[in-house]
Protein backbone atom coordinates (compact mmCIF):
# COMPACT_ATOMS: atom_id res chain seq x y z
CA UNK A 1 0.00 0.00 0.00
CA UNK A 2 0.90 3.32 -0.94
CA UNK A 3 0.69 5.87 1.51
CA UNK A 4 1.44 8.92 3.32
CA UNK A 5 0.49 7.91 6.37
CA UNK A 6 2.34 5.57 8.06
CA UNK A 7 0.06 4.61 11.05
CA UNK A 8 -3.36 4.71 11.45
CA UNK A 9 -5.39 4.56 14.75
CA UNK A 10 -9.36 3.60 14.86
CA UNK A 11 -11.17 4.82 18.11
CA UNK A 12 -15.12 3.26 18.47
CA UNK A 13 -16.70 5.64 20.60
CA UNK A 14 -19.82 4.96 22.27
CA UNK A 15 -21.25 6.92 25.15
CA UNK A 16 -17.75 7.26 26.89
CA UNK A 17 -17.71 10.85 27.27
CA UNK A 18 -15.95 10.51 30.98
CA UNK A 19 -13.23 9.41 29.23
CA UNK A 20 -12.68 9.82 25.87
CA UNK A 21 -10.42 13.38 26.24
CA UNK A 22 -8.23 11.92 28.61
CA UNK A 23 -7.76 8.78 25.63
CA UNK A 24 -7.27 11.48 23.40
CA UNK A 25 -4.81 13.61 24.70
CA UNK A 26 -2.96 10.36 25.20
CA UNK A 27 -3.43 9.90 21.67
CA UNK A 28 -2.30 13.44 20.65
CA UNK A 29 1.53 12.96 22.61
CA UNK A 30 1.90 10.30 19.41
CA UNK A 31 0.15 12.36 16.56
CA UNK A 32 3.16 13.15 14.17
CA UNK A 33 2.61 14.23 10.06
CA UNK A 34 2.67 10.20 9.54
CA UNK A 35 -0.70 9.12 12.12
CA UNK A 36 -4.17 9.36 11.67
CA UNK A 37 -6.48 9.15 14.27
CA UNK A 38 -9.75 7.65 13.25
CA UNK A 39 -12.76 8.35 15.39
CA UNK A 40 -15.79 6.00 14.85
CA UNK A 41 -18.80 7.37 16.68
CA UNK A 42 -21.60 4.34 16.90
CA UNK A 43 -24.19 6.58 18.01
CA UNK A 44 -23.40 8.03 21.36
CA UNK A 45 -26.42 9.44 23.70
CA UNK A 46 -23.94 11.56 25.50
CA UNK A 47 -21.61 14.54 24.03
CA UNK A 48 -18.98 11.91 23.35
CA UNK A 49 -19.42 12.87 19.56
CA UNK A 50 -18.93 16.61 19.95
CA UNK A 51 -15.87 16.10 21.75
CA UNK A 52 -14.91 14.43 18.63
CA UNK A 53 -15.53 16.54 16.49
CA UNK A 54 -13.98 19.42 18.61
CA UNK A 55 -10.83 17.34 18.94
CA UNK A 56 -10.70 16.93 15.05
CA UNK A 57 -11.37 20.59 14.35
CA UNK A 58 -7.89 21.52 16.66
CA UNK A 59 -5.94 18.83 15.65
CA UNK A 60 -4.56 17.58 12.10
CA UNK A 61 -4.60 13.95 11.71
CA UNK A 62 -7.83 13.40 13.64
CA UNK A 63 -10.85 12.27 11.39
CA UNK A 64 -14.72 11.94 12.72
CA UNK A 65 -16.88 9.15 11.60
CA UNK A 66 -20.52 9.18 12.72
CA UNK A 67 -22.92 6.21 12.23
CA UNK A 68 -26.29 4.50 14.32
CA UNK A 69 -25.23 1.88 17.24
CA UNK A 70 -24.15 -0.82 15.31
CA UNK A 71 -21.76 -2.51 18.20
CA UNK A 72 -18.28 -2.03 18.15
CA UNK A 73 -17.48 -4.86 15.64
CA UNK A 74 -18.87 -2.50 13.03
CA UNK A 75 -17.25 0.86 14.26
CA UNK A 76 -14.02 -1.03 13.98
CA UNK A 77 -14.75 -2.44 10.54
CA UNK A 78 -16.10 0.91 9.46
CA UNK A 79 -12.52 2.81 10.35
CA UNK A 80 -10.46 0.18 8.88
CA UNK A 81 -12.08 0.44 5.81
CA UNK A 82 -11.59 4.38 5.93
CA UNK A 83 -7.95 4.21 6.78
CA UNK A 84 -4.92 4.62 4.63
CA UNK A 85 -1.92 3.58 6.53
CA UNK A 86 0.76 1.38 6.05
CA UNK A 87 0.31 -0.09 9.75
CA UNK A 88 -2.78 -0.46 11.47
CA UNK A 89 -3.68 -0.08 15.24
CA UNK A 90 -6.76 -0.04 17.76
CA UNK A 91 -7.38 1.91 20.83
CA UNK A 92 -10.89 1.80 22.97
CA UNK A 93 -12.22 5.50 23.73
CA UNK A 94 -12.36 4.95 27.73
CA UNK A 95 -8.19 3.63 27.54
CA UNK A 96 -4.98 5.23 27.22
CA UNK A 97 -1.74 4.55 25.33
CA UNK A 98 1.64 5.90 27.01
CA UNK A 99 4.02 7.74 25.17
CA UNK A 100 6.21 6.91 23.00
CA UNK A 101 4.23 2.79 22.16
CA UNK A 102 3.48 3.52 19.14
CA UNK A 103 6.62 4.15 18.19
CA UNK A 104 8.31 1.78 20.06
CA UNK A 105 5.94 -1.20 18.03
CA UNK A 106 6.30 0.28 14.98
CA UNK A 107 10.34 0.23 15.53
CA UNK A 108 10.21 -3.44 16.36
CA UNK A 109 7.82 -3.82 12.91
CA UNK A 110 10.19 -2.19 10.77
CA UNK A 111 13.36 -3.86 12.12
CA UNK A 112 12.40 -7.44 12.16
CA UNK A 113 9.79 -7.39 9.31
CA UNK A 114 6.91 -9.26 11.34
CA UNK A 115 3.46 -9.02 10.60
CA UNK A 116 2.20 -7.69 13.86
CA UNK A 117 3.98 -6.83 17.00
CA UNK A 118 2.01 -7.10 20.90
CA UNK A 119 3.16 -5.23 23.89
CA UNK A 120 2.32 -5.56 27.12
CA UNK A 121 -1.16 -4.05 29.06
CA UNK A 122 -1.77 -3.09 32.97
CA UNK A 123 -5.15 -2.02 34.22
CA UNK A 124 -5.90 1.45 35.61
CA UNK A 125 -8.48 3.28 37.79
CA UNK A 126 -8.34 7.17 39.13
CA UNK A 127 -6.29 5.26 42.03
CA UNK A 128 -3.50 3.96 40.14
CA UNK A 129 -2.13 1.70 37.65
CA UNK A 130 -1.51 -2.70 37.78
CA UNK A 131 -0.26 -5.54 36.63
CA UNK A 132 -2.80 -8.18 35.03
CA UNK A 133 -1.88 -11.47 36.51
CA UNK A 134 -2.97 -13.03 33.52
CA UNK A 135 -0.46 -11.76 31.23
CA UNK A 136 2.47 -11.16 33.36
CA UNK A 137 4.14 -14.77 31.98
CA UNK A 138 2.98 -13.93 28.29
CA UNK A 139 4.47 -10.67 27.84
CA UNK A 140 7.49 -11.29 30.94
CA UNK A 141 10.42 -11.42 27.96
CA UNK A 142 10.71 -9.89 24.82
CA UNK A 143 10.32 -12.59 21.85
CA UNK A 144 10.64 -11.51 18.20
CA UNK A 145 9.67 -12.95 15.04
CA UNK A 146 8.28 -15.75 17.10
CA UNK A 147 4.70 -17.60 16.67
CA UNK A 148 1.98 -18.92 18.67
CA UNK A 149 2.72 -22.29 17.03
CA UNK A 150 5.95 -22.64 19.00
CA UNK A 151 4.61 -20.09 21.84
CA UNK A 152 1.29 -21.53 23.29
CA UNK A 153 1.15 -18.62 25.91
CA UNK A 154 0.31 -16.17 23.24
CA UNK A 155 -3.05 -17.99 23.18
CA UNK A 156 -3.72 -15.28 25.91
CA UNK A 157 -2.54 -12.67 24.02
CA UNK A 158 -6.48 -11.79 22.37
CA UNK A 159 -6.66 -8.58 22.64
CA UNK A 160 -6.90 -6.42 19.58
CA UNK A 161 -5.39 -2.79 21.75
CA UNK A 162 -2.16 -3.61 22.38
CA UNK A 163 -0.65 -4.15 18.42
CA UNK A 164 0.23 -2.79 15.53
CA UNK A 165 -0.38 -4.32 12.33
CA UNK A 166 0.93 -4.09 8.90
CA UNK A 167 -2.12 -3.59 6.90
CA UNK A 168 -1.04 -5.79 3.85
CA UNK A 169 -1.34 -8.11 6.50
CA UNK A 170 -4.46 -7.66 7.86
CA UNK A 171 -6.00 -7.56 4.48
CA UNK A 172 -4.26 -10.79 3.45
CA UNK A 173 -5.39 -12.56 6.44
CA UNK A 174 -9.07 -11.24 5.92
CA UNK A 175 -9.16 -10.01 9.01
CA UNK A 176 -12.94 -8.85 10.55
CA UNK A 177 -14.60 -7.87 13.37
CA UNK A 178 -18.36 -10.11 13.49
CA UNK A 179 -19.31 -10.37 17.14
CA UNK A 180 -21.05 -8.12 19.14
CA UNK A 181 -18.96 -8.56 22.18
CA UNK A 182 -15.82 -9.71 23.50
CA UNK A 183 -15.42 -9.88 19.41
CA UNK A 184 -10.88 -8.84 19.82
CA UNK A 185 -10.30 -13.01 20.41
CA UNK A 186 -11.36 -14.95 17.57
CA UNK A 187 -10.01 -12.37 15.14
CA UNK A 188 -6.82 -11.75 17.27
CA UNK A 189 -6.01 -15.29 17.42
CA UNK A 190 -6.36 -15.78 13.83
CA UNK A 191 -4.12 -13.59 13.52
CA UNK A 192 -1.77 -14.97 15.05
CA UNK A 193 -1.93 -18.20 13.39
CA UNK A 194 -1.87 -16.66 10.25
CA UNK A 195 0.73 -14.41 10.52
CA UNK A 196 4.16 -15.81 9.29
CA UNK A 197 5.73 -14.01 12.32
CA UNK A 198 5.21 -11.76 15.22
CA UNK A 199 7.29 -9.75 17.89
CA UNK A 200 6.15 -9.47 21.28
CA UNK A 201 7.46 -6.92 23.85
CA UNK A 202 7.42 -6.72 27.30
CA UNK A 203 7.12 -3.10 27.53
CA UNK A 204 4.41 -1.38 28.47
CA UNK A 205 2.26 0.14 25.50
CA UNK A 206 -1.27 0.26 27.07
CA UNK A 207 -2.94 1.28 29.79
CA UNK A 208 -6.63 -0.46 30.32
CA UNK A 209 -9.32 1.56 32.21
CA UNK A 210 -11.71 -0.15 34.88
CA UNK A 211 -14.71 2.06 34.74
CA UNK A 212 -14.71 4.27 38.16
CA UNK A 213 -18.58 5.54 37.20
CA UNK A 214 -20.75 5.76 34.59
CA UNK A 215 -21.47 2.87 32.67
CA UNK A 216 -19.51 -0.45 33.46
CA UNK A 217 -17.39 -1.58 30.73
CA UNK A 218 -18.53 -5.28 29.33
CA UNK A 219 -15.29 -7.11 31.83
CA UNK A 220 -16.56 -5.14 34.44
CA UNK A 221 -20.40 -6.95 34.00
CA UNK A 222 -18.65 -10.28 34.61
CA UNK A 223 -20.95 -11.75 36.93
CA UNK A 224 -24.40 -11.03 34.33
CA UNK A 225 -25.59 -14.42 32.42
CA UNK A 226 -25.91 -12.50 29.29
CA UNK A 227 -22.34 -11.43 30.10
CA UNK A 228 -21.07 -15.03 30.71
CA UNK A 229 -23.30 -16.16 27.53
CA UNK A 230 -21.14 -13.36 25.65
CA UNK A 231 -17.77 -15.52 26.81
CA UNK A 232 -19.28 -18.48 26.34
CA UNK A 233 -19.57 -17.65 22.24
CA UNK A 234 -16.31 -15.87 21.95
CA UNK A 235 -14.74 -19.36 23.32
CA UNK A 236 -16.49 -21.69 20.84
CA UNK A 237 -16.19 -19.23 18.03
CA UNK A 238 -12.09 -18.54 18.85
CA UNK A 239 -11.82 -22.50 19.32
CA UNK A 240 -13.31 -23.41 15.77
CA UNK A 241 -10.58 -20.54 14.58
CA UNK A 242 -8.12 -22.61 16.29
CA UNK A 243 -9.59 -25.84 15.05
CA UNK A 244 -9.61 -25.05 11.20
CA UNK A 245 -6.27 -23.67 11.64
CA UNK A 246 -3.86 -25.67 13.97
CA UNK A 247 -5.71 -27.89 16.00
CA UNK A 248 -2.55 -28.71 18.27
CA UNK A 249 -3.01 -25.30 20.18
CA UNK A 250 -6.88 -26.16 21.09
CA UNK A 251 -5.66 -27.73 24.16
CA UNK A 252 -3.90 -24.75 26.00
CA UNK A 253 -6.86 -22.59 24.96
CA UNK A 254 -9.52 -24.63 26.37
CA UNK A 255 -7.10 -25.24 29.40
CA UNK A 256 -7.23 -21.37 29.95
CA UNK A 257 -11.14 -21.04 29.50
CA UNK A 258 -12.15 -23.87 31.88
CA UNK A 259 -9.89 -22.44 34.44
CA UNK A 260 -11.01 -18.92 34.07
CA UNK A 261 -14.40 -18.59 32.23
CA UNK A 262 -15.98 -21.64 33.16
CA UNK A 263 -15.27 -20.86 37.17
CA UNK A 264 -16.79 -17.46 36.57
CA UNK A 265 -19.86 -19.11 35.15
CA UNK A 266 -19.88 -21.30 38.26
CA UNK A 267 -19.51 -18.36 40.60
CA UNK A 268 -22.83 -16.56 38.99
CA UNK A 269 -24.25 -19.78 39.25
CA UNK A 270 -24.61 -19.24 42.96
CA UNK A 271 -27.01 -15.69 42.77
CA UNK A 272 -28.75 -16.56 39.26
CA UNK A 273 -31.57 -19.18 38.51
CA UNK A 274 -31.36 -22.41 36.43
CA UNK A 275 -33.11 -20.53 33.70
CA UNK A 276 -31.23 -17.13 33.83
CA UNK A 277 -27.86 -19.32 33.91
CA UNK A 278 -29.49 -22.06 31.06
CA UNK A 279 -28.30 -20.18 27.99
CA UNK A 280 -24.82 -19.27 28.92
CA UNK A 281 -24.27 -22.88 30.35
CA UNK A 282 -25.77 -24.23 27.29
CA UNK A 283 -23.04 -22.64 25.27
CA UNK A 284 -20.46 -23.51 27.80
CA UNK A 285 -21.66 -27.37 26.79
CA UNK A 286 -20.72 -26.59 23.02
CA UNK A 287 -17.59 -25.19 24.02
CA UNK A 288 -17.02 -28.75 26.06
CA UNK A 289 -17.78 -30.93 23.30
CA UNK A 290 -15.50 -29.53 21.28
CA UNK A 291 -12.59 -29.45 23.09
CA UNK A 292 -9.88 -32.17 22.65
CA UNK A 293 -10.46 -34.72 25.42
CA UNK A 294 -7.05 -35.09 26.60
CA UNK A 295 -6.91 -31.60 27.40
CA UNK A 296 -8.94 -33.08 31.00
CA UNK A 297 -5.19 -34.70 31.63
CA UNK A 298 -3.59 -31.46 32.05
CA UNK A 299 -6.57 -29.85 34.77
CA UNK A 300 -7.47 -29.63 38.71
CA UNK A 301 -9.55 -32.25 39.77
CA UNK A 302 -11.62 -29.05 40.66
CA UNK A 303 -11.48 -28.11 36.83
CA UNK A 304 -11.93 -31.79 35.69
CA UNK A 305 -15.26 -32.05 38.05
CA UNK A 306 -16.65 -28.94 36.64
CA UNK A 307 -16.22 -29.66 33.14
CA UNK A 308 -18.02 -33.02 33.77
CA UNK A 309 -20.85 -31.17 35.39
CA UNK A 310 -21.09 -28.35 32.34
CA UNK A 311 -21.45 -31.83 29.83
CA UNK A 312 -24.16 -32.84 31.72
CA UNK A 313 -26.02 -29.11 31.61
CA UNK A 314 -26.22 -30.08 35.51
CA UNK A 315 -26.72 -26.52 36.68
CA UNK A 316 -27.58 -26.98 40.36
CA UNK A 317 -24.05 -29.17 40.21
CA UNK A 318 -22.33 -26.20 39.11
CA UNK A 319 -23.69 -23.72 41.37
CA UNK A 320 -22.43 -26.24 44.20
CA UNK A 321 -19.37 -25.68 42.96
CA UNK A 322 -19.46 -22.14 42.52
CA UNK A 323 -20.85 -21.33 46.19
CA UNK A 324 -17.65 -22.99 47.63
CA UNK A 325 -15.67 -21.41 45.44
CA UNK A 326 -16.92 -18.08 46.07
CA UNK A 327 -16.59 -19.03 49.81
CA UNK A 328 -12.66 -20.26 49.01
CA UNK A 329 -12.34 -16.51 47.59
CA UNK A 330 -14.04 -14.72 50.20
CA UNK A 331 -16.92 -14.26 48.16
CA UNK A 332 -15.36 -12.59 45.64
CA UNK A 333 -15.81 -14.62 43.02
Same mark, same amino acid.
Given at each position: ????????????????????????????????? *? $????? =???? +??? /??????? @???????????????????????????????????????????????????????????????????????????????????????????????????????? *? $????? =???? +??? /??????? @?????????????????????????????????????????????????????????????????????????????????????????????????????????????? =??????????????????????????????????????????????
Amino acid at each position: MTSEILLSVVVPVYDVEAYLEVCLQSLGLQLDR *R $MEVIL =VDDG +SSD /DSLAIAR @AWARKRVGVRVLAQEHQGLSAARNRGVGESSGTFLAFCDADDVVPEGSYRTLLASLQETGSDFVSGNVRRFDSSGIWAHPRYGNVFATDRLRTHITRDHRLVLD *R $MAWNK =VFRR +SFW /DRAGLRF @ALREYEDASVMIRAHLLADAVDVLSRVVYHWRVRDFGPRSITQRLYEPSNIEARMTMATETGQVIQSIFPPLLSAFAADIIHGDFWVLACAAASHSDEEMYPATLRANEF =VAMRDPDCLMNLSPDDQELVRRVADLDIPAIRKLGVTRSQILGGKG
